[in-house]
């Protein structure tokens, strides 16, 4: 199903940000004040980058445009890449992938999920929970396993 900028709008920031922003409070040891620019920045350059696939007549997956976006924004012919790579260096790289693996599970769309009765309220609670505890546990085995903890 396609998704209005609204939709992802709304999404992005109910979500990415604020799932994120907890995340990154708990696994990296930052407030929640100094998280929040970093967050936004990133959620910025996602959102930026899903625009301009929406723009763009090619048939490129719309990561490809974040990932450039967030290239060029922090490299060093920008004249902003120092106050990004300094903020976002403050969240936690397992944060925002948190959000990633949970929303993949229900598509983003949350108009056909608003649309189900309140049972699916527990049922996407239970896949949350699930989720981000299957993903804190390889995360913790592969970062035992290569010695990065």
């Known amino acids: 199903m396609n998704?209005?900028?609204?939709?992802?709008?709304?999404?992005?920031?109910?979500?990415?940000?604020?799932?994120?922003?907890?995340?990154?409070?708990?696994?990296?040891?930052?407030s929640i004040i100094e998280s929040i620019p970093?967050?936004?920045?990133?959620?910025?350059?996602?959102?930026?980058?899903?625009?301009i696939a929406k723009l763009v007549p090619f048939k490129i997956p719309?990561?490809?445009y974040v990932a450039l976006t967030g290239l060029l924004l922090a490299s060093p012919i920008s004249p902003i890449s120092d106050p990004?790579?300094?903020y976002t260096s403050l969240i936690s790289f397992t944060a925002p992938l948190t959000v990633v693996g949970t929303l993949a599970g229900i598509g983003l769309d949350f108009k056909a999920f608003m649309s189900q009765s309140w049972k699916m309220i527990i049922i996407a609670v239970f896949v949350?929970?699930?989720?981000?505890?299957?993903?804190?546990?390889?995360?913790?085995?592969?970062?035992?396993?290569?010695?990065?903890?």
């Not at 970093?38 to 625009?51: K, Q």
């Open 3 to 30: 998704m209005s900028m609204k939709d992802w709008t709304i999404s992005l920031l109910f979500t990415s940000v604020l799932t994120a922003i907890i995340a990154n409070f708990f696994q990296n040891d930052v």
């Open 38 to 51: 970093g967050v936004l920045i990133l959620s910025s350059i996602a959102f930026i980058g899903i625009f």
């Open 62 to 64: 719309a990561v490809v």
């Open 84 to 86: 990004i790579i300094y």
């Open 128 to 149: 949350f929970t699930g989720t981000f505890l299957l993903q804190a546990v390889f995360a913790q085995v592969f970062l035992t396993v290569t010695n990065a903890f």
